[in-house]
């Protein structure tokens, strides 16, 4: 499986970008998660968005109406539209794929951990 972001770039701060993932050779299963994470400098990653096979979507709650993740499974694409770029949205972001873990209470986890595959990242600078 090979995962390749694109997207990212240099905007002013309230701009917008348009974030894609194609994980190639990744199968679409009844147990599948994808998601976008994101790491600035001299920080830890972070989950972004991600979406699971139920499309049950979650996002952080810094990005919650700016962003929204969406998919083609025909494509094998993942995307993240970001609108109203911050400063603080500086990060280089990653896709992530994987499969969904139970827990016993039926829900499901679809975060870092269960991401078995991800890409190198694309950098997304927001400038004030």
């Known amino acids: 499986v090979q995962v390749v972001e694109s997207g990212g770039g240099s905007v002013q701060s309230g701009g917008s970008l348009r974030l894609s993932c194609v994980a190639s050779g990744y199968t679409y299963s009844s147990s599948y998660c994808m998601g976008w994470f994101r790491q600035a400098p001299g920080k830890e990653r972070e989950g972004v968005a991600t979406i699971d096979s139920d499309s049950t979507i979650t996002y952080a709650d810094s990005v919650k109406g700016r962003f929204t993740i969406s998919q083609d499974n025909a494509k094998n694409t993942l995307y993240l539209q970001m609108n109203d770029l911050k400063p603080e949205d500086t990060a280089t972001y990653y896709c992530?794929?994987?499969?969904?873990?139970?827990?016993?209470?039926?829900?499901?986890?679809?975060?870092?951990?269960?991401?078995?595959?991800w890409g190198k990242g694309t950098l997304v600078t927001v400038s004030s």
């Open positions: 992530g794929a994987g499969r969904r873990v139970a827990y016993t209470s039926g829900s499901y986890y679809c975060g870092s951990y269960a991401m078995d595959y």
